[in-house]
């Protein structure tokens, strides 16, 4: 497995094996050892998996806050997403700042988004699968989100009047929305309770 630093550390892009002939392809979309082989330290708890069935869908920006942090590892099994992720770590030298990365069927490419930024994504084409693995459970109490279109980050989406849920359409802005947290690695926040 290939791995692609972005601007944004921990933020990481990753282009499995494939090994293709005239029935089709194979893969590792994920494999523990081989993870843990090139430092991605990630113990995946629940898989996640939706469907937008029109061109021009924006789902995010979304994350959950510290105990519920959650890493991701999206990726798409058919059709095609511009995937985004942003930096809300407080203190960081590249908060408020974001990366976006086109992924789909046919690239096989993944993005990491690790715990402490927020993550987003817009279907670049009808019936688009998207499946993601996370560290942590969903938790009601602990999700929240920043408004796709938010002028601080100026979020260059392929898209200006998205199909958006209307959770989505009524989320703060950044400046909103981390007022009162700031992020820790859970690895951290354990490492200082020993």
């Keep these: 497995m290939k791995?692609?630093?972005?601007?944004?550390?921990?933020?990481?892009?990753l282009e499995p094996k494939v090994f293709t002939d005239n029935r089709g392809f194979f893969m590792e979309s994920f494999n523990s050892k081989t993870f843990t082989e090139l430092g991605?330290?990630?113990?995946?708890?629940?898989?996640?998996?939706?469907?937008?069935m029109d061109k021009g869908v924006i789902r995010?920006?979304?994350?959950?806050?510290?105990?519920?942090?959650?890493?991701?590892?999206?990726?798409?099994?058919?059709?095609?997403?511009?995937?985004?992720a942003v930096d809300i770590r407080k203190g960081s030298p590249t908060f408020g700042e974001w990366v976006g990365v086109e992924l789909d069927g046919d690239n096989f490419r993944m993005l990491?988004?690790?715990?402490?930024?927020?993550?987003?994504?817009?279907?670049?084409?009808?019936n688009t699968h998207v499946q993601y693995k996370v560290d942590a459970y969903?938790?009601?109490e602990n999700d929240r989100g920043i408004r796709?279109?938010?002028?601080?980050?100026?979020?260059?989406?392929?898209?200006?009047?998205?199909?958006?849920s209307e959770k989505d359409r009524k989320q703060?802005?950044?400046?909103?929305?981390?007022?009162?947290?700031?992020?820790?690695?859970?690895?951290?926040?354990?490492?200082k309770a020993l």
């Design 148 to 164: 796709w279109d938010d002028p601080a980050l100026a979020i260059n989406w392929p898209v200006t009047n998205p199909i958006l």
């Design 60 to 84: 995010g920006l979304h994350y959950q806050l510290i105990p519920m942090a959650q890493t991701k590892l999206v990726r798409v099994i058919t059709g095609s997403i511009y995937d985004v």
């Design 3 to 13: 791995i692609i630093n972005t601007k944004l550390d921990g933020v990481k892009i």
């Design 112 to 126: 990491l988004v690790p715990q402490g930024f927020a993550h987003g994504f817009c279907t670049l084409a009808e």
């Design 40 to 52: 991605l330290h990630y113990d995946f708890l629940q898989d996640n998996h939706s469907l937008s």
């Design 172 to 191: 703060p802005l950044l400046k909103e929305a981390t007022m009162n947290f700031t992020f820790e690695n859970r690895a951290d926040v354990q490492q």
């Design 138 to 140: 969903y938790s009601a």
